[in-house]
């Protein structure tokens, strides 16, 4: 598999997951935009683009002695949300709940498409600059190395 091979893969799962995209359609009123990358100048559209779900960078590992080609994978989300609840003394931000279900229903869709083996011990971490809540994760992605043809030298 080429890295341009799993990256359509990848959208493909983000875009076409029925437990994602229903979540997204329940809680925000539509479904989730999947961007390959963010350009930073032009950012999604708080309006229109969100929730997003965004592979914003990739990375290979492979060589001849390797048995396996490998990539790290980061994905992010982001949800636009400005309810506040308040229960006594506690308040919390409704967008950043939303921003880690968001996180995980993506991270659970890429494992449900079996792209790949997908290693559950990825990292994940939050930003938030209210109402925009922002979430990702860094995903180890491996595949054994097919023994019909040799990596370019």
Do not use: H
């Amino acid at each position: 598999m080429t890295t341009v091979e799993l990256i359509e893969q990848i959208k493909t799962a983000l875009s076409s997951d029925a437990t994602l995209t229903a979540w997204c359609q329940q809680t925000f009123g539509k479904t989730q935009t999947v961007c390959i990358d963010i350009d930073e100048k032009n950012p999604p559209e708080p309006e229109t683009d969100y929730p997003v779900v965004a592979v914003t960078s990739i990375r290979q590992v492979r060589g001849d002695s390797a048995r396996e080609i490998s990539w790290e994978l980061e994905i992010g989300v982001g949800v636009i949300d400005e309810e506040i609840i308040t229960n006594g003394n506690c308040r919390t931000m409704a967008g950043f709940i939303k921003a880690e279900t968001l996180r995980e229903l993506a991270e659970d869709a890429l494992y449900r498409a079996r792209i790949a083996s997908l290693d559950s011990n990825g990292e994940s971490g939050s930003i938030s600059t209210y109402p925009l809540f922002i979430s990702g994760s860094v995903i180890p992605i491996k595949i054994l190395k097919s023994s019909r043809r040799g990596l370019p030298g």
